[in-house]
T-cell receptor
Framework: AQKITQTQPGMFVQEKEAVTLDCTYD???????LFWYKQPSSGEMIFLIY??????QNATEGRYSLNFQKARKSANLVISASQLGDSAMYFC?????????????FGQGTTLQVKP | KAGVTQTPRYLIKTRGQQVTLSCSPI?????VSWYQQTPGQGLQFLFE???????NKGNFPGRFSGRQFSNSRSEMNVSTLELGDSALYLC??????????????FGPGTRLTVL
């Protein structure tokens, strides 16, 4: 069964330092996509980065990069040069490509707090 | 381009009542998904609509229902509200392409409190 696991309920990082948020997944579908979303206290989900199962290179989007280790079924988010505005809840999510639906399976989330 | 809009943003109801939440997707998006977010259960998929048809449904009781109109706007209804239905309800829209990559754009959510 498809599943996303985020084992870090909360994380602290000093401003301007890098931080890694862990995500492991489980699926039997060879085609799948992995997403990271940021949820500030306002509640809306903000898309950060995407990694496809067939992508050869790790995805990067500005200060966000995804450390994709397919054999280990992990898709960790790396935020470089943390900013105070990065304090939020972060969710890892997955869609199976063969499902032909928009359904996303989410992990439990990690709360990140950036210290000045 | 306007984003996904959800109304109302906040709602307070009492047990036993029913509620209807509305979601207007991004123009051109024909797929709308609904999610429930609670502190205990996290983010859970409710259902997805595409071209006025329910394409997928999560594990929720029949009290939770939805529909989509010809303009792609969607509504979800919860009947006979229970305290446990208190949650943030998020709507997301996307283009109707298949495959693993199909970015979903989320609305700001409706925060429902059941007293």
């Amino acid at each position: 069964a498809q599943k996303i696991t985020q084992t870090q309920p909360g994380m602290f990082v000093q401003e301007k330092e890098a931080v890694t948020l862990d995500c492991t997944y489980d699926t039997s579908d060879p085609s799948y996509g992995l997403f990271w979303y940021k949820q500030p206290s306002s509640g809306e989900m903000i898309f950060l980065i995407y990694q496809g199962s067939y992508d050869q290179q790790n995805a990067t989007e500005g200060r966000y990069s995804l450390n994709f280790q397919k054999a280990r079924k992990s898709a960790n988010l790396v935020i470089s040069a943390s900013q105070l505005g990065d304090s939020a809840m972060y969710f890892c999510a997955m869609r199976e490509g063969s499902s032909n639906t928009g359904k996303l399976i989410f992990g439990q989330g990690t709360t990140l707090q950036v210290k000045p | 381009k306007a984003g996904v809009t959800q109304t109302p943003r906040y709602l307070i109801k009492t047990r036993g009542q029913q509620v209807t939440l509305s979601c207007s997707p991004i123009s051109g998006h024909r797929s709308v998904s609904w999610y429930q977010q609670t502190p205990g259960q996290g983010l859970q998929f409710l259902f997805e609509y595409f071209s006025e048809t329910q394409r997928n449904k999560g594990n929720f009781p029949g009290r939770f229902s939805g529909r989509q109109f010809s303009n792609s706007r969607s509504e979800m209804n919860v009947s006979t509200l229970e305290l446990g239905d208190s949650a943030l309800y998020l709507c997301a829209s996307s283009l109707p392409f298949g495959g693993a990559y199909n970015e979903q754009f989320f609305g700001p959510g409706t925060r429902l409190t059941v007293l």
